[in-house]
């Protein structure tokens, strides 16, 4: 792991995604084991999935324990139901809850299905301030510079909210789909002011498909046409890169 200097945002690059994936599971374990237990903030997909098959291994292996850790996932798609194959709160129980002791009362996902989207969007920005606040929130970054679902577009004070979906997002996610008409056009996601609050913000980019962005979101100037450089300026921000995506720096 080497890291890149005069970055905006401390930036390390590994070699070795699997070293990528202890590292922020030692940090996570480090949360997790305090005796007050810690909130996360899940991301899901291709991008933190080697993270959470570490905290799987270490269940398995050391008996690691998530039991007292609270979570609130980033986002959820607006129209699929909780058992869709595609919805984030099953890609995340088949993926990270099944293989590991959170308590299910302690887990929490937006509500893209509610009548009133609005009211839901409140109510998630009030569970996650009676939760204490986010402790370590993981995130990923979109080819466009979405975080969560802040599509080009969002405001650096935006609070959990409906969205509309950009197309290179339904695009990227047409694949697991099947085909991009089957893909939702609306999503609920926590904001941009959201996602700050979180007192860590670990931030993992993977591949040579967001070279380009990882370069943006570190050179470009802040604005909401790229929601990623929000990030710049939190106080304890890393940026996680393999060496594809570092390969524009
Ligand atoms: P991914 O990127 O879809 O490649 O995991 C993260 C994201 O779009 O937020």
């Known amino acids: 792991m080497r890291p890149i200097v005069d970055s905006p945002i401390p930036t390390f690059v590994f070699d070795d995604r699997e070293e990528l994936a202890r590292t922020l599971a030692d940090e996570v374990e480090a949360l997790v084991t305090r005796s007050q237990g810690a909130v996360l903030g899940l991301a899901t997909g291709s991008t933190p999935i080697d993270a959470y098959r570490e905290f799987a291994r270490r269940r398995r292996v050391n008996g690691l324990s998530f039991a007292r850790a609270t979570t609130f996932n980033l986002d959820e798609f607006v129209g699929l139901g909780a058992e869709h194959a595609q919805s984030f709160r099953r890609w995340t129980r088949e993926n990270l809850f099944e293989h590991v002791d959170f308590d299910p009362a302690r887990t929490h996902f937006p509500d893209a299905d509610a009548h009133d989207r609005a009211a839901a969007s ?4 009030d569970a996650i301030r009676a939760a204490g606040g986010i402790d370590l929130q993981i995130l990923g970054i979109g080819r466009n510079g979405h975080v969560g679902f802040n599509e080009p577009g969002s ?13 290179w997002t339904r695009e990227d996610a047409a694949k697991s789909f099947g085909s991009m008409e089957f893909v939702p056009l609306r999503a609920i996601t926590m904001g941009v002011a959201t996602i700050l609050d979180a007192r860590r913000l670990r931030v993992i980019a993977l591949g040579a498909k967001k070279a380009e962005i990882v370069r943006q979101t570190l050179r470009a100037s802040q604005s ?4 990623s450089t929000w990030l710049r300026g939190h106080a304890d921000v890393r940026l996680y890169l393999d060496l594809d995506a570092a390969s524009s720096l």
């Open 122 to 125: 409140r109510e998630y920005e």
């Open 155 to 167: 405001d650096r004070d935006s609070r959990t909210r409906a969205v509309e979906l950009h197309p």
């Open 224 to 227: 909401r046409a790229l929601p």
